[in-house]
């Protein structure tokens, strides 16, 4: 019984652990070793009028979760595109306070990060991702 009340306290402790946010423009490198081997890493990612936060983002292995974050009072997405210029992900267009994880298996590249909504490419909304093996 003693065992099963610490169970809380050290998720509630887990979860107060880590590192500070990046700040805009920092190149966040999330090697594997905190990635869990059935899913990939999860790779947080705050969309707000007009940027994004980190602008570059450098992941090691094709199989990640994007933890899409909207900061801004304009609804926002995350959108991936290649270097042909094909979308291979999105997520789904976010309110003020929306979150949503998105699964992402890609292969070894550079490609961009945008949101897909008329205008806020322009705007500033862009940034990279980097998967390295």
């Not at 700040?23 to 007009?50: C, E, M, R, W, Y």
């Not at 304009?74 to 309110?95: E, M, P, Y």
């Amino acid at each position: 019984m003693r065992s099963l009340l610490l169970i809380p306290i050290l998720l509630v402790a887990a979860a107060c652990g880590g590192s500070a946010s990046p700040t805009p423009g920092q190149t966040v490198n999330l090697g594997t070793a905190s990635a869990p081997a059935a899913t990939g890493q999860v790779v947080p990612i705050t969309v707000k009028d007009f940027t994004l936060e980190p602008l570059t983002l450098t992941v090691k292995g094709s199989r990640f979760s994007l933890a899409v974050t909207n900061a801004g009072p304009t609804v926002h997405n995350v959108t991936i595109r290649d270097g042909s210029g094909t979308v291979v992900q999105a997520s789904k267009d976010l309110r003020e306070g929306q979150s949503e994880v998105v699964s992402v298996n890609l292969p070894n590249g550079t490609y961009v990060l945008f949101c897909s909504l008329p205008g806020h490419e322009s705007l500033g909304i862009k940034g990279t991702l980097v998967v390295e093996p």
